[in-house]
C-alpha cells in the first residue's frame, strides 16, 4: 500500500521537506521481526503543456500564457500538498483543475486557428517521480548525509581536535562539528547533487566557449560586454514562455542587456529601451539566479514565495561571445529572435532538451550536467550555455519556443530546411564562498536540480550591429 507523508531530510538546520511515500513492508508499528520501512522521497511530475504546444495564433497567446502560469501554480501547489501529507486525493483534484485549465487553453486555440487540440486532453494526468533520495534507515541514503563540503569541514575539524588534544595532554575534547547542515533549501538540493571537480575525469575538448575550427569554418567570433547585473535587474517573469503574466517563472531571472525586460515587455518596448551593453545592442539576456545555500530567505515571488530560498550570488564575470560554424560562413540573425537553452523542468521531463554545463575555472576540460561543482578553494564556479546555432530561416519564434531553432549536427552542418547563424554563448562565473552550497532557482518540483538549469535570449542588436558581428566571425576576426 503507498502510503504518502511528509518527510524531513537531511536533519540539522534549515532541513528539507520533501514528498515522500512508504514503500512495501512491515506495516505494524509493533512488529518486533527487525523489518523497516523505506521512505522513498517523491515528487509531482506531469506533462510538460509547453512543450507540446504546436501553434498558438496571436490572438490565443495571453490566454495560453495565462494558462501555463495557471499549470504552473496547480503543480506547485500539488507538490506543497504531498510534501504536507497528502496522497492520490492530491493527483485527482490536481487532475481536474489541468483538464480545466487545458480546456480553456485549447478552447482559445481553436478558436482563432483551425489547428486540431485534442492532443491537448491527453496532457491532463499527473504521476509522482523517485527523486532517488529517501529517508529510511535501511536504505541506501540516509537521513544524516552531509554535503560534500559538510563532511570535508567536519574531516578538518576532527584533524584538528585530535592535533589539540595530542599538544595540550588534557584529555579536554572538544566539541565535535556536527556538520552544519544549515541553509539547505526547501526540497533540494541534495548532496548526491554535487561532486568535487578535481574527482572527475575531463570529458571535454576545447572550452565549450571557444570557436569552431577547420577547413571552411567561419572562424571568428564576436563578444558584447554587458556588465554583471550591476544595476540589480532581477523578476520572477518569463517574457518569452509567459508573456503578460508576472511571476510567470515561479523563480527569479538574473537579466544583463535590455533594462526593459518583464512579462509585459513587447518588441517594440525593447527596441526602446537602454541597454547595460557598452556597444548598444539592446539583447535580453536572462537566466535563473543562483543563490547561496545561507539559510537567509525573503517572502516575496520567486524568492520564498516559491521555495527559492538563500543570498542571491552575483556573478563575477559574464561572458557574451557569437562564434562561427564549423561548416562554413553564418548568416544573421533576424532582430527579435527569441531561444531557450535548457529546460527548466528537465528533472521530470527528462533530459532531452537540458542544456547546461557546470565547471569550475582552471577546470573546464570537466564539464558536468548534471552535477553542481565542488571547486578548490580560489577556483570559481563556471556555468555555461551553448546555444542553438541553426535558424529555420522563417520564424522569430514557435509555439514551444523551440522548433524555429536547432542545433548543429558534430559535422556543424544544420538540419535540413535550417541555415547557419552566430551560436551565442553565455558564460557565467560565481565566487562562492569556499565550504559554501549553492544551488540554482526553479519550480518547486524540480527540487533545484542542476539539470534544470537555463538560459534565455532575445536578439535585439540593431541590424547594423548584427552585420557587423556577421561580418568578423566569417572573416576570422576576434571582436568585441
Known amino acids: 500500500?503507498?502510503?504518502?507523508?511528509?518527510?524531513?531530510?537531511?536533519?540539522?538546520?534549515?532541513?528539507?521537506?520533501?514528498?515522500?511515500?512508504?514503500?512495501?513492508?512491515?506495516?505494524?508499528?509493533?512488529?518486533?521481526?527487525?523489518?523497516?520501512?523505506?521512505?522513498?522521497?517523491?515528487?509531482?511530475?506531469?506533462?510538460?503543456?509547453?512543450?507540446?504546444?504546436?501553434?498558438?495564433?496571436?490572438?490565443?497567446?495571453?490566454?495560453?500564457?495565462?494558462?501555463l502560469a495557471a499549470l504552473d501554480r496547480q503543480v506547485a501547489d500539488a507538490y506543497g500538498?504531498?510534501?504536507?501529507?497528502?496522497?492520490?486525493?492530491?493527483?485527482?483534484?490536481?487532475k481536474q483543475r489541468r483538464q480545466s485549465t487545458i480546456e480553456t487553453m485549447a478552447n482559445a486555440i481553436a478558436k482563432d486557428s483551425a489547428e486540431q487540440t485534442g492532443y491537448l486532453?491527453?496532457?491532463?494526468?499527473?504521476?509522482?517521480?523517485?527523486?532517488?533520495e529517501s529517508t529510511g534507515t535501511d536504505s541506501v541514503k540516509s537521513t544524516n548525509d552531509q554535503y560534500p563540503w559538510e563532511q570535508q569541514q567536519q574531516d578538518q575539524t576532527q584533524d584538528q581536535q585530535q592535533d589539540q588534544q595530542q599538544d595540550q595532554n588534557d584529555g579536554q575534547q572538544q566539541d565535535q562539528n556536527d556538520g552544519g547542515q544549515q541553509g539547505q533549501i526547501q526540497g533540494g538540493p541534495f548532496p548526491d547533487d554535487f561532486a568535487d571537480i578535481t574527482s572527475v575525469e575531463p570529458n571535454a575538448g576545447d572550452p565549450p566557449f571557444a570557436a569552431p575550427q577547420g577547413n571552411g569554418a567561419s572562424t571568428g567570433t564576436f563578444t558584447t560586454e554587458c556588465g554583471r547585473n550591476e544595476d540589480g535587474h532581477f523578476n520572477s517573469d518569463n517574457v518569452i514562455v509567459t508573456p503578460g503574466v508576472g511571476n510567470g517563472?515561479?523563480?527569479t531571472h538574473d537579466y544583463v542587456g535590455n533594462k526593459a525586460t518583464d512579462a509585459f515587455s513587447n518588441d517594440q518596448k525593447l527596441a526602446q529601451s537602454d541597454t547595460t551593453c557598452n556597444n548598444g545592442d539592446q539583447s535580453s539576456h536572462y537566466w535563473p539566479v543562483l543563490r547561496q545555500l545561507d539559510g537567509t530567505s525573503v517572502h516575496a515571488p520567486g524568492a520564498?514565495?516559491?521555495g527559492n530560498v538563500g543570498s542571491v550570488l552575483q556573478p563575477a564575470s559574464v561572458t557574451l561571445q557569437f562564434r562561427g560554424s564549423q561548416a562554413?560562413?553564418?548568416?544573421?540573425?533576424?532582430?527579435?529572435?527569441?531561444?531557450?537553452?535548457?529546460?527548466?523542468?528537465?528533472?521530470?521531463?527528462?533530459?532531452?532538451?537540458?542544456?547546461?554545463?557546470?565547471s569550475c575555472v582552471g577546470f573546464e576540460n570537466r564539464q558536468l550536467k548534471d552535477k553542481y561543482p565542488i571547486c578548490p578553494d580560489g577556483a570559481d564556479v563556471v556555468r555555461t550555455f551553448a546555444f542553438q546555432n541553426c535558424w529555420d530561416g522563417r520564424n522569430i519564434d514557435s509555439a514551444n519556443h523551440r522548433t524555429h531553432m536547432a542545433f548543429s549536427g558534430q559535422d556543424g552542418r544544420c538540419p535540413n530546411g535550417f541555415t547557419a547563424v552566430p551560436q551565442l554563448v553565455q558564460r557565467i562565473t560565481y565566487d562562492v564562498p569556499q565550504g559554501q552550497g549553492f544551488a540554482v532557482d526553479s519550480f518547486p518540483e524540480q527540487l533545484h536540480k542542476p539539470v534544470t538549469d537555463h538560459g534565455d535570449f532575445i536578439?535585439?542588436?540593431?541590424?547594423?550591429?548584427?552585420?557587423?558581428?556577421?561580418?568578423?566571425?566569417?572573416?576570422?576576426?576576434?571582436?568585441?
Open 328 to 358: 562554413g560562413a553564418v548568416q544573421q540573425m533576424p532582430r527579435f529572435l527569441k531561444i531557450i537553452t535548457g529546460d527548466a523542468k528537465a528533472f521530470t521531463n527528462g533530459t532531452a532538451n537540458a542544456n547546461a554545463s557546470w
Open 249 to 251: 517563472a515561479h523563480h
Open 81 to 94: 500538498r504531498m510534501t504536507d501529507g497528502g496522497g492520490s486525493e492530491v493527483l485527482s483534484r490536481l
Open 1 to 67: 500500500m503507498l502510503v504518502a507523508a511528509a518527510a524531513l531530510l537531511l536533519g540539522g538546520g534549515g532541513l528539507a521537506a520533501v514528498a515522500t511515500t512508504a514503500l512495501a513492508g512491515n506495516s505494524d508499528p509493533d512488529a518486533t521481526d527487525g523489518q523497516q520501512h523505506t521512505a522513498a522521497a517523491i515528487t509531482v511530475s506531469c506533462p510538460d503543456v509547453g512543450e507540446k504546444l504546436r501553434e498558438v495564433p496571436s490572438g490565443a497567446k495571453l490566454q495560453v500564457s495565462k494558462g
Open 121 to 132: 486532453a491527453k496532457l491532463v494526468t499527473c504521476t509522482t517521480k523517485p527523486t532517488g
Open 304 to 306: 520564498g514565495h516559491d
Open 459 to 480: 536578439n535585439v542588436m540593431p541590424d547594423d550591429l548584427m552585420a557587423g558581428a556577421v561580418d568578423c566571425i566569417n572573416d576570422g576576426r576576434n571582436c568585441t
